[in-house]
């Protein structure tokens, strides 16, 4: 499978929250998978045995030290990945967060009073599209606007949400699908990170990407495609939260349609990018509260230097 204009004119910010910028003149690709394992850390990637996600970074661009954001918990970096801001921005300060009980409001509520995410932006400007989240770990599902996805759902288990996810790519083939799985992060609890059983966890997260994949694959998808896998955080011991790289670093994989191949990223990737980049591929404008940038350097045709191609554009 996996064989700059311009920035336009000023808006009234005033009048709309959403004052949008342009991150690309065109769609690059139709589809996109995201696959977030919750708690794989680099590690883990590197020690456990795992031949899809080693062809995926073969064929495509990766970077193993990308950052999450602080605290290094599951629904802060959860929500700065899909609403490409951190913390300070949508409000999201700890797994304790829910929608009618916290204490930092997000600097942008938009559609069902939460900071934009992703979903809400594709749904905006491409109102006909199929998109879909499927979730092992439930609190996801109350971190994106509800209004915005046509197929929401919460799998009881790491291969139920598997299952759901082949059955959803084969029938609806969606233009966005985002896939969280939890059982890394929870061997990484019970059992501590850096384990025998941590690293059989990673590699049945491996097996079970695969799986998604040709599913993808036998949906007639591969042609216009774009996968994507990271994770949330690592860990160190049993937990996580803190400051120390084993928490902090985490994978950024992309393989697909326009994706360098056997590219490892350079520069700093971080959490925040990732639905930017995701915008970047579909084309999309993105609010202009948003702070993540898109990792252009990954794509066919841009530099792998995002400083030297900021300036080769404007000397244009």
Not at 191 to 201: D, K, N, Q, S, V
Not at 251 to 270: C, D, R, S, T, W
Not at 278 to 299: C, D, N, Q, R
Request: charged share 20%; hydrophobic share 40%.
């Amino acid at each position: 499978m996996f064989a700059c204009q311009s920035p336009r004119p000023p808006a009234d910010q005033s009048s709309d929250p959403f004052v949008a910028t342009d991150n690309a003149s065109a769609a690059r690709v139709g589809h996109v998978l995201v696959i977030g394992v919750d708690g794989m850390s680099p590690d883990g990637v590197r020690q456990a045995t795992t031949p899809v996600l080693d062809s995926l970074m073969a064929h495509g661009s990766f970077t193993l030290h990308a950052r999450a954001v602080l605290p290094s918990s599951s629904s802060s970096n959860w929500a700065s990945m899909i609403m490409a801001a951190g913390p300070e921005q949508h409000g999201i300060t700890s797994n304790e967060w829910e929608r009618d009980r916290h204490t930092l409001p997000a600097s942008t509520p938009g559609s069902e009073a939460i900071f934009p995410t992703i979903f809400g932006q594709l749904r905006a400007q491409r109102p006909e599209a199929e998109i879909g989240a499927i979730y092992h770990w439930e609190g996801f599902g109350r971190l994106f606007e509800k209004r915005a996805v046509n197929y929401d759902q919460h799998g009881d288990t790491e291969e139920a949400t598997t299952q759901l996810a082949e059955a959803y790519l084969k029938e609806k083939r969606p233009q966005f699908l985002f896939v969280h799985l939890d059982h890394v992060d929870h061997w990484g609890h019970e059992i501590g990170h850096g384990t025998p059983e941590y690293y059989r966890a990673v590699e049945r997260a491996d097996s079970l990407i695969g799986r998604m994949v040709r599913a993808a694959q036998a949906a007639g998808l591969q042609d216009d495609l774009l996968v994507l896998v990271t994770a949330d955080h690592g860990g160190l011991g049993k937990s996580h939260g803190g400051e120390t790289l084993a928490e902090m670093e985490i994978p950024f994989i992309l393989a697909g349609k326009g994706i360098k191949p056997h590219h490892e990223i350079a520069h700093v990737v971080n959490t925040t990018d990732n639905a930017a980049t995701v915008a970047f591929a579909f084309g999309l404008t993105t609010p202009y509260a948003w702070i993540g940038k898109p990792v252009t350097s990954a794509f066919e045709g841009f530099a792998d230097d995002p400083d030297r191609e900021a300036v080769s554009v404007v000397q244009r």
